[in-house]
Structures are given as C-alpha cells and as structure tokens.
C-alpha cells in the first residue's frame, strides 16, 4: 500500500512538519521535505523560494524509482540512502517505512556525517508515524468493507425488479 492510497489527516501532516522542522534545525539543512513514492510532497520545512518543488518531488521519486531498480539487479531489496553531492548543494535521500521518501538539501554550512546523523533519528519518528497511518487506513478500508457488504448481495435483477 502507497502512501498516495492512504487518508493523511492535518494532525498527521503537523506530526510530520515538527520532525521535519526539528530535522531542518539540528542538521543545519537548507531544506527537508517528505514525499511519496509517486512524487507527491507530504510535508515540509524550510525555504523551498528558488526551488520547484514539484519538479523536485518528482524527479526524486524517479530518482529512487531507478536506483530500485538498480538494487534488484545486484540482488539487494532496496538502497535506502542516496547521495548526491553538488558543488554548492547535497541532497541526502532517506527511504522511511517503504513507503515514502525524506529529501534533505544542504550546503557547506553543514556536513554529510550531521545529517546522516540527525536523519537516521528522524527516520524512526517519521517510520513511526507513517505505520500509524498505514494501520488506521487498513483499519477503515476494513471497516467500509464490512459496511459494504450487505450491498454486495444486490444484483443488476435486483435493481431492474425494483424500479420496474
């Protein structure tokens, strides 16, 4: 299940910006953001002025798309961590829960061991809060499914005998 098909709520997106924020801060980042595995921005944190996000969003769930791909040619599940190093700018990509992506942007204000460091805190919060998520959406999807039930039942004679 994709996070794009789960119901994210405000209290889960407020969840989300705090330990974005609170990443932003302790790793001396630019940037952070959570997106989806289909490109589609969560929650963010920090000046994203200069940037197009979606374009970013995109081009990164692409980015993770591809290096899938790799992983499973050398027979490995994933690679939950890239990297890529610009002359002014780094993005560190973090895979959290499977489900989705964290993006942080920095420069030579910080290093690539502070937020490695930081990162991997914020990871286990962020998995944390999307397994919750992850649960009560199967949880509803259950339910609606047993709502729904009684009207699986009803067939196309059903409805024709009744409006005839």
């Known amino acids: ?9 405000e209290a889960d997106h407020t969840r989300f910006s705090g330990v974005l924020d609170r990443l932003r801060r302790d790793a001396n980042a630019k940037v952070v953001f959570l997106i989806d595995k289909n490109g589609q921005q969560l929650a963010s944190s920090g000046d994203l002025s200069g940037l197009d996000p979606t ?25 939950s961590i890239l990297f890529h190093e610009g002359e002014h700018d780094n993005l560190h990509i973090n895979i ?24 991997k805190k914020a990871t ?26 009684p009207f699986a039942e009803i067939t196309d004679e059903d409805i024709d005998a009744l409006f005839n």
């Open 1 to 9: 299940m994709a996070v794009s098909d789960l119901v994210l709520l």
């Open 55 to 79: 374009s970013l969003a995109s081009l990164t769930a692409g980015n993770v798309a591809a290096t899938d791909g790799l992983a499973k040619l050398l027979g490995e599940r994933e690679f």
């Open 96 to 119: 959290v829960a499977g489900k989705a992506i964290l993006v942080v942007l920095f420069d030579e204000h910080s290093s690539l061991g502070l937020v490695r460091l930081r990162v």
């Open 124 to 149: 286990g919060e962020l998995a944390v809060i999307v397994d919750e998520i992850v649960s009560r959406s199967q949880s509803a999807r259950a339910g609606a499914g047993s709502h729904l039930a």
